[in-house]
């Protein structure tokens, strides 16, 4: 069972900062793609931030400027620097890690989540 371990959530005022880790298994960290996710109550789960095992990067629209994303392979594990914070950021994160196996006959993927972590940014 690969288990990913989230830190960082907290309470934190508008226009404050927070960062996220998430820390994962080596093999499975070294080759796979790590994300965020968030899930506010009442609404469905959603792509945050996504880093690639090879440092591609993607950002919902909604935090473009505001988020970064991370990764060390040395630590094996993902960061989300998380600024300029609102209020409608208020949710829980998941991160996420996938990862591709693949023969020269088919490619499996499996998929990972963390427990998720509370982070409440107030007016």
């Known amino acids: 069972q690969v288990r990913l371990v989230e830190s960082g959530g907290g309470l934190v005022q508008s226009g404050g900062s927070l960062t996220l880790s998430c820390a994962a298994p080596r093999r499975e960290f070294s080759n796979g793609a790590m994300a965020w996710y968030r899930q506010a109550p009442g609404t469905e789960r959603e792509l945050v931030a996504r880093?690639?095992?090879?440092?591609?990067?993607d950002y919902a629209d909604s935090v473009k400027g505001r988020f970064t994303i991370s990764r060390d392979n040395t630590k094996n594990t993902a960061y989300l620097l998380m600024s300029e914070l609102k209020p409608e950021d208020t949710a829980v994160y998941y991160c996420?890690?996938?990862?591709?196996?693949?023969?020269?006959?088919?490619?499996?993927?499996?998929?990972?989540w963390g427990q998720g972590t509370q982070v409440t940014v107030s007016l």
């Open positions: 880093i690639g095992s090879d440092y591609s990067i």
């Open positions: 996420n890690l996938k990862v591709q196996v693949a023969n020269i006959e088919r490619t499996w993927e499996f998929e990972y």
